[in-house]
């Protein structure tokens, strides 16, 4: 069965620091995996969507790398911003089909 | 472009009440999937809907049920509500002969069991 893990469950950064997210899966048979971000009892927002055979997505100051092999994914997110305080979530599926299993999620503060 | 809308945006039951919760895909997507999202935990998949059939579900009983129609929009049905049904009910959809898979949400339907 898959597990999605996402260490640290909170992170709290001043302004302008680097984010460093980090997300793992126990089976490696993925088919994609995705970022999303979901503000306070709002839906989710689509971030990257990584293909099992990329090694990595970038959108802006957005970078979200891959390793099947060892079950982990990593979102970066390069000189932080306060609108960047949000909850971060990944998931992944097995198939196109696009059953996503997810992660608890990241929650970020980014302080001014 | 209209992206994912769904109906109504908060709602309150009583336990023992039934709910119906309403889900536009995107503009061109044809599959829509559900998913209930518990306070501090990531969603869970309930069941999934192309061409106006269940295609697959997740862990939930059968009082969680669901529809699609022609024109791809989708309700969700839950039947004799318990206090642990309360959650934010999230629809995503997809367009399946793209076959990325990448799916997008709407805003959700907040449910409070009383």
């Known amino acids: 069965k898959q597990e999605v893990t996402q260490i640290p469950a909170a992170l709290s950064v001043p302004e302008g620091e680097n984010l460093v997210l980090n997300c793992s899966f126990t089976?490696?048979?993925?088919?994609?995996l995705q970022w999303f971000r979901q503000d306070p009892g709002k839906g989710l927002t689509s971030l990257l969507l990584?293909?099992?055979?990329?090694r990595e997505q970038t959108s802006g100051r957005l970078n979200a790398s891959l390793d099947k092999s060892s079950g982990r994914s990593t979102l970066y997110i390069a000189a932080s911003q306060p609108g960047d305080s949000a909850t971060y979530l990944c998931?992944?599926?097995?198939?196109?089909?696009?059953?996503?299993?997810f992660g608890a999620g990241t929650q970020v503060v980014v302080t001014p | 472009d209209a992206g994912v809308t769904q109906s109504p945006t908060h709602l309150i039951k009583t336990r023992g009440q039934q709910v119906t919760l309403r889900c536009s895909p995107k503009?061109?997507?044809?599959?829509v999937s559900w998913y209930q999202q518990a306070l501090g935990q990531g969603p869970q998949f309930i069941f999934q809907?192309?061409?106006?059939?269940?295609?697959q579900r997740g862990n939930f009983p059968d009082r969680f049920s669901g529809h699609q129609f022609p024109n791809y929009s989708s309700e969700l049905n839950v039947n004799a509500l318990l206090l642990g049904d309360s959650a934010l009910y999230l629809c995503?959809?997809?367009?399946?002969?793209?076959?990325?898979?990448?799916?997008?949400f709407g805003e959700g339907s907040r449910l409070t069991v009383l």
């Open positions: 089976d490696s048979a993925i088919y994609n």
């Open positions: 995503a959809s997809s367009w399946r002969d793209r076959g990325t898979g990448e799916l997008f």
């Open positions: 998931a992944v599926t097995t198939d196109s089909w696009g059953k996503l299993q």
């Open positions: 809907y192309y061409e106006e059939e269940e295609r």
């Open positions: 503009s061109g997507h044809d599959t």
């Open positions: 990584i293909q099992s055979s990329q």
